[in-house]
Nanobody
């Protein structure tokens, strides 16, 4: 059984930064393509970006390009989402997900990003 647990969400101010983390249980973490998704209130879940397994090649949705960076540490079974220049439009629950066989089969419970005025 693969289990994913996100952490690092919280309150930020406009223009601020935050780093989300996701720890993945399992012995074959480096085989997983990892993705970050988010779901804003009243909206569908959307793809933020992903990172390949062994080589760690990252790719992003247009909304994340230039502001967000995804990285992973295969030795620690961790994947990260560094978010900079945050704005209210980034308010959402952020999820990490693992893909092994062509689709994102495993999901975390999510971590909330919200803005303080």
């Amino acid at each position: 059984q693969v289990r994913l647990v996100e952490s690092g969400g919280g309150l930020v101010q406009a223009g601020g930064s935050l780093r989300l983390s996701c720890v993945v249980s399992g012995r074959t973490f480096s085989n997983y393509l990892m993705g970050w998704f988010r779901q804003a209130p009243g909206k569908e879940r959307e793809f933020v970006g992903g990172i390949s397994g062994i080589y760690g090649s990252a790719y992003y949705a247009d909304s994340a390009k230039g502001r967000f960076t995804i990285s992973r540490d295969n030795a620690k079974n961790m994947v990260y989402l560094q978010m900079n220049s945050l704005g209210p439009e980034d308010t959402a629950v952020y999820y990490c997900a693992a893909e092994l066989a062509g689709s994102y089969e495993y999901w975390g419970q999510g971590t909330q990003l919200a803005f303080s005025s």
